[in-house]
T-cell receptor, first 109, second 114 residues
Framework: GESVGLHLPTLSVQEGDNSIINCAYS??????FIWYKQESGKGPQFIID?????DKRQGQRVTVLLNKTVKHLSLQIAATQPGDSAVYFCAEKYLKTIFGAGTRLFVKA | GAVVSQHPSWVICKSGTSVKIECRSLDFQATTMFWYRQFPKQSLMLMAT?????????EQGVEKDKFLINHASLTLSTLTVTSAHPEDSSFYIC??????????FGQGTRLTVV
């Protein structure tokens, strides 16, 4: 079935620590995955993406890991900063894009 | 990078009136655009896929006669909420894919129906 967001889990980390945000996706046929960051009152902002033929991709301070066996996606943020505080959504795509529930990240100074 | 502009960023309207929201791709052409709705503290829910030159494809449970979509050009899609009611109050967001990705979102429109 489709992932439907009914609540926002929260992750609280200390500034400078690494953050790991997890996501379970629903469609084994999905072949493209994206992580978005959304700040209050704004549209989602693209962070990083990965295609199903890969299991890891790195960007600037961010890494996405894909485990197709268990349909799991994670976003790792290195040296988390206060500006990283936001809601993070994973999204899976096969013909159309379905968003996960989202995780609110709080960064403590 | 590619930019998607959405207008207005917020709107307040009276119950029973209609509201039009515009979504423009500023530096690329988008044959397809997507419209989402987001309620507070919830995820984005896909409402419909807007196709340039043809009818939009609506998700299950979304009333096509209530949420009219027009994709008249390769850079503009509009969503009109007709006969708006308070339960239609929400954050509406559009996106446009570039190079077969869906990486670019508009800034969203906060609709409040009073």
């Amino acid at each position: 079935g489709e992932s439907v967001g009914l609540h926002l889990p929260t992750l609280s980390v200390q500034e400078g620590d690494n953050s790991i945000i997890n996501c379970a996706y629903s469609n084994s046929a999905s072949d493209y995955f994206i992580w978005y960051k959304q700040e209050s009152g704004k549209g989602p902002q693209f962070i990083i993406d990965i295609r199903s033929n890969m299991d890891k991709r790195q960007g600037q301070r961010v890494t996405v890991l894909l485990n197709k066996t268990v349909k799991h996606l994670s976003l790792q943020i290195a040296a988390t900063q206060p500006g990283d505080s936001a809601v993070y959504f994973c999204a899976e795509k096969y013909l159309k894009t379905i968003f996960g529930a989202g995780t609110r990240l709080f960064v403590k100074a | 990078g590619a930019v998607v502009s959405q207008h207005p960023s917020w709107v307040i309207c009276k119950s029973g009136t209609s509201v039009k929201i515009e979504c423009r791709s500023l530096d690329f052409q988008a044959t397809t655009m997507f419209w989402y709705r987001q309620f507070p503290k919830q995820s984005l829910m896909l409402m419909a896929t807007s196709n340039e030159g043809s009818k939009a494809t609506y998700e299950q449970g979304v009333e096509k006669d209530k949420f009219l979509i027009n994709h008249a050009s390769l850079t503009l899609s509009t969503l009109t909420v007709t006969s708006a009611h308070p339960e239609d109050s929400s954050f509406y967001i559009c996106s446009a894919p570039d190079d077969n990705t869906e990486a670019f979102f508009g800034q969203g429109t906060r609709l409040t129906v009073v």
